[in-house]
């Protein structure tokens, strides 16, 4: 079992910056993502970090905007950051936090089946 619990969402103008925060405990894994979901609308991945090399991969529409990355100092939790700047109306979106040991870190749930998820944290963009 591996706990997954984010935080740090919020509401923000277009432009502007915000950052998630994510802590994972519990059973062995290597691999820390972010998927974000708007309503009405499917599941998409947003960024994936390799807990041990700090490989990541993002999705096309975040390049350039958002960074993921890991703090891991502390034995017991792994904490991955999503630092989200440049912000749209369109990146309004709960935004969740998954954690798991995969045999390739990725952002796209057929190549990385992740097991354990938070609850979510809501992100909302004005113009």
């Known amino acids: 079992q591996i706990h997954v619990v984010e935080s740090g969402g919020g509401s923000v103008q277009a432009g502007g910056s915000l950052r998630l925060s994510c802590a994972a405990s519990?059973?062995?894994?290597?691999?820390m993502a972010w998927f974000r979901q708007a309503p009405g609308k499917e599941r998409e991945g947003v960024a994936a970090?390799?807990?041990?090399?700090?490989?990541?991969?993002?999705?096309d529409f975040v390049k350039g905007r958002f960074t993921i990355s890991q703090d891991s100092q502390d034995s017991a939790q792994n904490t991955a950051y999503l630092q989200m700047s440049s912000l749209k109306p369109e990146d309004t979106a709960m935004y969740y936090c998954?954690?798991?040991?995969?045999?390739?870190?990725?952002?796209?749930?057929?190549?990385?089946?992740?097991?354990?998820w938070g609850q979510g944290v809501q992100v909302t963009v004005s113009s």
């Open positions: 970090i390799n807990l041990n090399t700090d490989r990541t991969a993002y999705a």
């Open positions: 998954a954690a798991d040991h995969v045999g390739y870190c990725t952002t796209d749930t057929d190549v990385s089946p992740f097991d354990y």
């Open positions: 519990g059973s062995a894994r290597n691999c």
